[in-house]
């Protein structure tokens, strides 16, 4: 567990944190199947995103009678439930918010979290290196809050995820239950279990790893690999890095590559453009390898 760095998803223009707020009063409901959300009007259980005009946002589960309190008034999640998503609302006192449906880059921030996550400037290229599709059988160890797993199930993949702390792995189904609904854990299986000692797993299409000692699963990850298939694995330090690769070059794994992803806002208004003068580059490294037979 780690304190959050800044944010490398911001811009300039954006970088008040989005803070998640609970129903004022009674239980947390979980939403509606998100399948069909852009489709239809906003329901209780759904969570929106309020965006006042300074780019502060605010992640609300809306529930009826319900509202949301800051320092400019009261919103009535009555007032917005039966609502389309896209439009405005106004305070107690009249302060204008955007609502809108949040994206998974939205939820992943700020999410609840018991460890660090990977954040989505590292999750999307790694479900392209990945070649996460509908079907795609994928076995991820180090599951701790759920933010990867998001995007594996979002891409349609099948999961069998390792993770060590019961607590971490609770609050991982619940945060894919909180944002992609109930039906996205008939995908999703998390075992309380360590990777370091083996996996029982076989014929799996990849195998997609955020762990301290990532080399340690190289061994059995040729045994659980179908031949062909692909290992990731997200890594904050270049040394450790350099140990997985080793130890993939010692095996049988090819086109093995590491790469790190940049990204650098711009600031436009008007004639004025320029980069952001803020930005964090590094985050971490990604490592990439296919199986041989």
Partial sequence: MSTDPIDPNESEASLAPIEPVAPAGGDEVLPADEGDAPLRPLAEGDLVLLVDNKARRY??????GGEFHSHAGIVEHDALIGRDAGREVRSSRHTRYVVLRPTLNDYVLKMPRGAQV?????????????????????LES????GALSMGLLRAGAEIVGYELREDFAARARRNVAAFLGDGALGRYRIEVRDSYDGIDEREVDRIVLDLPEPWRVVGPATEALVPGGLFVAYTPQITQAARLREELDRRRFALAETLEVMNRGWHIEGAAVRPNHRMVGHTGFLTHARLLR
């Fill in 118 to 138: 990977i954040y989505p400037k590292d999750i999307g290229p790694l479900l392209l290196l990945a070649d996460i599709a509908p079907g795609v059988r994928v």
């Fill in 59 to 64: 992640l609300v589960t809306l529930q009826a």
């Fill in 142 to 145: 180090g599951v701790g809050s």
